[in-house]
């Protein structure tokens, strides 16, 4: 059975502005650019990021956790990334990654949402998967 969609999937230019938004935050994230990953979460109370070892709702709480974090050992590769738009205005990223010395691939999502402001994320999630 096939479904009618009530939007487009995929549109090449709004993957590419999405693509560009999400490689934008992977520099900010590895080079610690805490001022643009702050601009990259939409600024709110429901805005949501459930990190490998936090649960965190609210910008508040995101912008308190990059404040406190680490700067060190951000750097990592990037695998299997896949961006997939629906319409104009929203769009969902999912990558695997992984970081020297850590024997786990890391798993992160990011719902996307486009705003006067341009692209926000508006829900991320990171976690680890054991590897057997």
């Not at 009618?4 to 999937?9: A, R």
């Not at 970081?99 to 996307?112: F, T, Y």
Request: charged content about 25%.
């Amino acid at each position: 059975m096939e479904t009618t969609l009530p939007f487009e999937v995929n549109i090449p230019e709004v993957v590419a502005e999405v693509r560009a938004a999400f490689e934008r935050y992977e520099v900010a994230l590895t080079t610690n650019q805490v001022d643009v990953l702050d601009e990259l979460f939409l600024d709110g109370p429901h805005t949501v990021r459930y990190g490998a070892t936090e649960n965190l709702v609210g910008v508040d709480e995101i912008r308190a956790f990059r404040q406190g974090r680490s700067p060190k050992n951000l750097m990592r590769v990037l695998q299997r990334t896949v961006i997939t738009t629906y319409g104009c205005d929203y769009a969902v990223a999912n990558t695997e990654f992984t970081r020297a010395g850590e024997p786990r691939v890391g798993r992160q999502s990011h719902a996307w949402v486009r705003f006067e402001q341009g692209w926000r994320i508006v829900a991320a999630h990171v976690s680890w998967m054991e590897m057997k």
